[in-house]
C-alpha cells in the first residue's frame, strides 16, 4: 500500500504544479478529489493480494501519463481554424465569403 500513497502524493503535486503553472492558481476542489478517488480505488484493490502489484504499477502509470502532458513539447497542437466558406453570391464583382 505504500506504493500507492508514494504515487498518490507524486500525482497532486504533478496537478498542482500544472494548475500553478498554467492557470496561476490553486488546483480546483473537484481536481484533487477525483484523483484522489482514483488512488483511493486502487487502494482498495491492493487490500486483495493478488492484485496489489498490478494496482500499484497502474498508479504509477497514471502519474506517468499525467507527467507527459505537463513536461513541455508534449501538449497536444491546437485544431487549425477550417478555412472560410464561399459562397455562390457575388458581391461587387468578388466573392463573399463567411467566417
Known sequence: MGGIILA?????GIITYRSVKNDHAPPL????????GLFALLAA???????????????FGVDIAVLMQVLPGTQ????????????????G??????P
Request: net charge positive; hydrophobic share 55%; aromatic share 6%.
Open 8 to 12: 498518490w502524493i507524486g500525482g497532486m
Open 76 to 91: 497536444p497542437k491546437a485544431a487549425a481554424a477550417p478555412a472560410p466558406q464561399q459562397t455562390a453570391a457575388a458581391v
Open 45 to 59: 484493490a491492493a487490500e486483495y493480494a493478488p492484485a496489489r502489484t498490478a494496482a500499484t504499477a497502474f498508479a
Open 29 to 36: 476542489p473537484g481536481q484533487m478529489l477525483a484523483a484522489t
Open 93 to 98: 464583382g468578388r466573392i463573399a465569403t463567411q
